[in-house]
């Protein structure tokens, strides 16, 4: 079981609380030499033996992490003990990353409600956080979101998004879903230390843009909304994965890797040009015509093996072997996935006007999460 906050192991009794009084925050580089890469505001924490902070007298219960100093939720201790997933989000700059979360938390709740017959809960401030960074934009204002703000420039955005739910068979699920800036993973080799906690997540999904790919660009260019350039998703990929195996002193990456394309809707707009891609996206039988995640209340071994084909051959199609040649050089475990947050292009910053079509959002996760 980990902290929410640095991903470190949290200790099998409370051993320090946190300050529930005035004290002053404690900054990300007041914690830089102890907490091992976290770039969050927390409160002082001080030992359980106390009770009340040393500073402001103020009583706590409220437990926090030795490390970092994160508050660790009751929901941690609660008896039988619950799977505590920690799951990185990561990705380019401009993938689309921050309108996957945010449509992923709906379309989870909705899974849980249908399929696994429990609730979505969100614990902490974390349904504040989410409507005031996702929701309110996405389906109240229905615009396009912003590019995340680098860790550095903005404390907050590394705050973790935290649910729970039971699974049909009882099983308690605590899903933690932290967001990492493209901008600092683009500079991954200057911002180590700011994210190390990447090297203790339990999975991370790396979406891949593939209007970033110049194949695909060109052949959909003055039919898609292409919008502005961001990083290099591949660079991305490979610096992670190494980053990921040199921190743990292997050869390959042993956290599972969620490659997941983003934005496939657009690749639907093939089917209509003279593009050598186009019977790609004709073949009634493909994975890539049809969404069985919401359908299934668990993960579909044998059509998730069918999309891995797939998307492995549509990627060697257009830019040869050398995202398949990262993965297998330096990553144990990592599968293919193809989603849509919105089903539909955008028109300029606006959501499109017919609304939004998810399409297979919820397939990493419950890989991830092996329901």
Same mark, same amino acid.
């Given at each position: 079981?980990?902290?929410?906050?640095? &991903?470190?192991?949290?200790?099998?009794?409370?051993?320090?609380?946190?300050?529930?009084?005035?004290?002053?925050?404690?900054?990300?580089?007041?914690?830089?030499?102890v907490?091992? *890469?976290?770039?969050?505001?927390?409160?002082?924490?001080?030992?359980?033996?106390r009770?009340?902070?040393?500073?402001?007298?103020?009583?706590?219960?409220?437990?926090?992490?030795?490390?970092?100093?994160?508050?660790?939720?009751?929901?941690?201790? /609660?008896?039988?003990?619950?799977?505590?997933?920690?799951?990185?989000?990561?990705?380019?700059?401009?993938?689309?990353?921050?309108?996957?979360?945010?449509?992923?938390?709906?379309?989870?709740?909705? &899974?849980?409600?249908?399929?696994?017959?429990?609730?979505?809960?969100?614990?902490?401030?974390?349904?504040?956080?989410?409507?005031?960074?996702? *929701?309110?934009?996405?389906?109240?204002?229905?615009?396009?979101?912003?590019?995340t703000?680098?860790?550095?420039?903005?404390?907050?955005?590394?705050?973790?998004?935290? &649910? /729970?739910?039971?699974?049909?068979?009882?099983?308690?699920?605590?899903?933690?879903?932290?967001?990492?800036?493209g901008?600092?993973?683009?500079?991954?080799?200057?911002?180590?230390?700011?994210?190390?906690?990447?090297?203790?997540?339990?999975?991370?999904?790396?979406?891949?843009?593939?209007?970033k790919?110049?194949?695909i660009?060109?052949?959909?260019?003055?039919?898609?909304?292409?919008?502005e350039?961001g990083?290099?998703g591949?660079?991305?990929?490979?610096?992670?994965?190494? &980053?990921?195996?040199?921190?743990?002193?292997?050869?390959?990456?042993?956290?599972?890797?969620?490659?997941t394309?983003?934005?496939?809707?657009t690749l639907?707009?093939?089917?209509?040009?003279?593009?050598?891609?186009?019977?790609?996206?004709?073949?009634?039988?493909?994975?890539?015509?049809?969404?069985?995640?919401?359908?299934?209340?668990?993960?579909?071994?044998?059509?998730?093996?069918?999309?891995?084909?797939?998307?492995?051959?549509?990627?060697?199609?257009?830019? *040869?072997?050398?995202?398949?040649?990262?993965l297998? /050089?330096?990553?144990?475990?990592?599968?293919?996935f193809?989603?849509?947050?919105? *089903?539909?292009?955008?028109?300029?910053?606006?959501i499109?006007?017919?609304?939004?079509?998810?399409?297979?959002?919820?397939?990493?996760?419950?890989?991830?999460?092996r329901l």
């Open positions: 079981m980990k902290c929410p906050n640095c &991903f470190r192991s949290v200790p099998s009794a409370v051993r320090m609380l946190s300050c529930v009084g005035n004290c002053m925050k404690e900054t990300p580089g007041d914690l830089t030499a907490n091992g *890469g976290i770039d969050m505001e927390v409160r002082p924490a001080f030992d359980v033996g009770g009340s902070c040393p500073h402001c007298r103020v009583p706590s219960s409220v437990e926090a992490c030795p490390t970092c100093h994160g508050i660790i939720p009751s929901e941690w201790r /609660e008896q039988p003990l619950p799977i505590v997933t920690c799951v990185a989000m990561a990705g380019a700059r401009t993938t689309g990353k921050s309108l996957y979360i945010g449509v992923l938390k709906q379309q989870l709740e909705l &899974f849980v409600e249908e399929r696994q017959r429990s609730v979505l809960n969100s614990l902490g401030g974390t349904e504040q956080r989410y409507q005031e960074r996702y *929701g309110d934009a996405i389906y109240q204002q229905r615009k396009i979101l912003p590019a703000i680098e860790a550095a420039r903005d404390p907050a955005s590394g705050q973790p998004l935290i &649910f /729970e739910f039971r699974t049909l068979d009882g099983q308690h699920h605590i899903l933690v879903l932290r967001d990492v800036a901008e600092d993973l683009e500079d991954l080799k200057n911002r180590k230390e700011r994210l190390n906690f990447l090297t203790r997540a339990d999975a991370i999904v790396l979406l891949l843009d593939p209007l790919i110049s194949e660009a060109r052949v959909l260019q003055g039919r898609v909304q292409v919008g350039l990083g290099d591949v660079e991305v990929l490979r610096n992670l994965v190494d &980053f990921l195996a040199e921190s743990q002193r292997r050869r390959k990456a042993t956290i599972p890797i969620a490659v394309l983003s934005k496939v809707d639907q707009a093939v089917r209509e040009s003279n593009s050598p891609l186009r019977p790609l996206m004709l073949r009634p039988g493909s994975p890539l015509q049809r969404d069985p995640s919401m359908r299934n209340a668990k993960f579909d071994a044998i059509d998730s093996d069918l999309l891995q084909l797939e998307i492995d051959s549509l990627l060697q199609h257009l830019i *040869g072997p050398r995202i398949g040649n990262i297998r /050089e330096s990553a144990e475990t990592y599968r293919y193809a989603v849509s947050t919105l *089903g539909a292009d955008p028109e300029g910053t606006a499109n006007a017919a609304g939004i079509a998810p399409y297979r959002v919820l397939d990493p996760l419950k890989w991830i999460l």
